[in-house]
């Protein structure tokens, strides 16, 4: 594990921007795992400049994002992939159908969890997943509680993630009760992990879940055991 302290979210978000755009420059078709919330948008505003300065090129890279919604369509703003076209993909040249987000409203979403897994397989994995961190510990959406072992599946939310995403939405009960999420055991079997955490309140989680006991109460303290984990993180 490589425990990088940040000067500030500027320069966290360069570290991390470094970090990708390493990835994608080594590896032009890499598979990056993406992570939505508010700790990323930095890190992809860095991008966006890299790549309009032509410093990255995307057209060959393929992405997968952790988690979105249920219900939300992708036209919804609170949809993770209306947040991942705005934030990063329409303005850079990687092809739309390169880049994969849940499908929150599939009929099915039973199915759409094995659609999910079986797409991470048929990409060869993970070359990179980024990561933020909730104020619970959960990655992805994978909340306190949950087996290590899952794979893509469907959550319920529980009451601090709700209320911490309330501030995207009007109002607390306007935030879906449900999230379809990759799991623990899918975002462990990524090559390398790549976890950022910003801000004063993240301090006393990311210190429990690098440095104390691993276990399902504390989702992102599984970590510590991934043999490529960075993280990242500026308490100011
Ligand atoms: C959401 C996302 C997580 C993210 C977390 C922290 O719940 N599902 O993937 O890590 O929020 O978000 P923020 O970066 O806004 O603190």
Redesign the pocket.
């Known amino acids: 594990m490589k425990v990088i302290e940040a000067k500030n979210y500027a320069d966290l978000s360069r570290k991390a921007a470094n970090i990708i755009s390493a990835q994608v420059i080594l590896k032009p078709d890499a598979v990056l795992g993406l992570?939505?919330?508010?700790?990323?948008v930095g890190t992809y505003k860095q991008l966006i400049e890299w790549y309009n300065k032509g410093d990255i090129d995307f057209s060959l890279t393929k992405t997968i994002n952790?988690?979105e919604y249920v219900g939300l369509t992708p036209d919804n703003e609170q949809s993770?992939r209306y947040f991942m076209n705005h934030n990063l993909f329409d303005h850079i040249n990687i092809d739309k159908k390169n880049t994969n987000v849940p499908n929150g409203t599939a009929p099915d979403m039973e199915a759409e969890c094995l659609r999910y897994d079986a797409l991470i397989k048929s990409l060869g994995g993970i070359d990179l997943q980024l990561?933020?961190?909730?104020?619970n510990g959960?990655?992805?959406?994978n909340e306190p509680g949950q087996a290590f072992e899952k794979t893509t599946h469907i959550v319920t939310l529980g009451e601090s993630?709700i209320e911490?995403?309330a501030r995207f939405f009007g109002s607390k009960d306007e935030v879906p009760k449900q999230?379809i999420?990759m799991g623990i055991k899918s975002i462990m079997q990524a090559k390398k992990l790549l976890l950022i955490a910003?801000?004063r309140d993240?301090e006393d989680i990311v210190n429990k879940a690098l440095y104390g006991a691993v276990t399902p109460a504390i989702p992102a303290s599984i970590l510590q055991i991934h043999p490529d984990l960075t993280v990242i993180y500026c308490y100011e």
Do not use: E, V
């Open positions: 992570a939505t919330g508010s700790t990323p952790l988690d993770y990561l933020g961190i909730g104020h959960h990655i992805g959406f993630t911490a995403n999230a999420t910003n801000g993240k």
